[in-house]
């Protein structure tokens, strides 16, 4: 099975922080997402990376900043913390295949509050 | 653009009756479709998927069938039960940017004994 950890299930930071959230798949998979989750809201992408040093943004990224130096590792960084960034972040890989059916894998989220 | 609309929540019922969760989307191409369950303090697991018109995806007693002409992707389950209870998630891949999920707003959905 597909697993896909992220470091921290919750985390509490004060506005103004720099915040890392790390995320690990153990699947080799190419490419790795980040999104948030908001009630009513859905999922909201983030930022994505199809490959190892590559990164793409994705329909919110602004607050937000990522880097994929490991093919296994993704992580998504708050460069100065607000509070309208609490939120619950949910990291997900997925392998290349042909196609659009490759389904992506997530973890289990980190829950950040921002004081 | 790309969109899922999914059915309002939250969805309340009891054990053992039938679930139809609505979801609708608007792509341009052949999108491939999913549904995702997220149980309590968890992560998204996917719980079926559907990748051509026509096509039914099934899993633990769900279903759904890739409706192009009505572009909808209805998942329903005969009969509930209380470990039923998560939120589910409409999504669909993006043609022409296959890495990408596009998702609903999600449905709660709570199954009473």
């Known amino acids: 099975d597909v697993k896909v950890t992220q470091s921290s299930r919750y985390l509490v930071k004060r506005t103004g922080e720099k915040v890392f959230l790390e995320c690990v798949q153990d699947?080799?998979?190419?490419?790795m997402f980040w999104y948030r989750q908001d009630p009513g809201l859905g999922l909201r992408l983030i930022y994505f990376s199809y490959d190892v040093k590559m990164k793409e943004k994705g329909d919110i990224p602004e607050g937000y900043s990522v880097s994929r130096e490991k093919k296994e590792r993704f992580s998504l960084i708050l460069e100065s913390a607000s509070t309208n960034q609490t939120s619950m972040y949910l990291c997900a890989s997925r392998m290349t295949g042909t196609g659009s059916n490759q389904p992506q894998h997530f973890g289990d989220g980190t829950r950040l509050s921002i004081l | 653009g790309n969109s899922v609309t999914q059915m309002e929540g939250p969805v309340t019922l009891s054990e053992e009756a039938f679930l139809t969760i609505n979801c609708t989307y608007t792509a341009t191409g052949y999108p491939s479709l999913f549904w995702y369950v997220q149980y309590p303090g968890e992560g998204l697991q996917l719980l079926l998927k559907a990748t051509k018109a026509d096509d039914k995806g099934s899993n633990k007693g769900f279903e759904a069938t890739y409706r192009k002409e009505t572009t909808s992707f209805h998942l329903e389950k005969g009969s509930v039960q209380v470990s039923d209870s998560a939120v589910y998630f409409c999504a669909l891949s993006r043609p022409g940017s296959a890495r990408q999920l596009t998702f609903g707003s999600g449905t709660q959905l709570t199954v009473l004994p």
């Open positions: 699947m080799d998979h190419e490419n």
